[in-house]
């Protein structure tokens, strides 16, 4: 149980396009999920947290114009990486939880962005 | 804002000898996390502490949860080749911050054979 996907594992893109990355979680309803970025051999950095219906909340520092958000429904959110640079390129990982947990979080598979 | 601290960074043995990583809040915690993540993977849950003092143990596994809630540290016993990752903490510090996680830095273990 408790399994998290996420779509597309990797990407490449030409500066100034827009990326979407889907995660879904497939046996459970996540009522809050979150998206964090990582560097290689870095830490998980959070960028944003959603709730299902709401508007995502970020983290000091993160674009929110840069980065869309939407938690559509209770098994699926979008992340958005609009102009991308290449900057962007990095390993962004959405993580989920039911609410009825705790707060443990399942990390979906994560994608791999390289931005040319 | 929280922080959470992990050393080592790195660490280094030989398969059957022991690793411990250790992970200090800045703030009191209303729990902490630890994950694995293996090279190119993505972070696996291994398991969660909530009350002061706890103790928990997952074969040669032991995690602690310090009697103030800001530290905990994560024990491996005669470590083997299979034990190689990351191993992150993540602290949670309730409240309005229900679900929100603060990660360590993360300590890299590598195990020579």
């Known amino acids: 149980g408790a399994v998290v996907s996420q779509h597309p594992s990797w990407v490449i893109c030409k500066s100034g396009t827009s990326v979407k990355i889907e995660c879904r979680s497939l046996?459970?309803?996540?009522?809050?999920m979150f998206w964090y970025r990582q560097f290689p051999k870095q830490s998980l950095m959070l960028m944003a947290t959603?709730?299902?219906?709401?508007?995502?909340?970020?983290e000091q520092g993160v674009e929110k114009d840069k980065f869309l958000i939407n938690h559509a429904s209770l098994t699926l959110s979008t992340l958005t990486v609009t102009s991308a640079h290449p900057e962007d390129s990095s390993f962004y990982i959405c993580?989920?939880?039911?609410?009825?947990?705790?707060?443990?979080?399942?990390f979906g598979p994560g994608t791999r962005l390289t931005v040319l | 804002g929280q922080q959470v601290m992990q050393i080592p960074q790195y660490q280094h043995v030989q398969e059957g000898e022991d690793f411990t990583t250790y992970c200090n809040s800045s703030?009191?915690?209303?729990?902490i996390q630890w994950y694995k993540q293996r090279p190119g993977g993505h972070p696996v849950f291994l398991i969660q502490?909530?009350?002061?003092?706890e103790v928990k143990k997952q074969k040669r596994l032991t995690f602690q949860f310090g009697e103030a809630k800001k530290n905990s540290s994560l024990h491996i016993t005669a470590t083997q080749t299979t034990d190689v990752g990351t191993y992150f903490c993540a602290g949670g510090a309730g409240g309005t911050s229900y679900g929100k996680l603060t990660f360590g830095q993360g300590t890299i273990l590598t195990v020579h054979p």
């Open positions: 703030t009191t915690l209303s729990n």
């Open positions: 993580s989920a939880t039911s609410g009825t947990g705790g707060d443990t979080q399942y």
């Open positions: 959603s709730n299902e219906g709401s508007k995502a909340t970020y």
């Open positions: 046996d459970f309803q996540a009522t809050t």
């Open positions: 502490l909530v009350k002061s003092g």
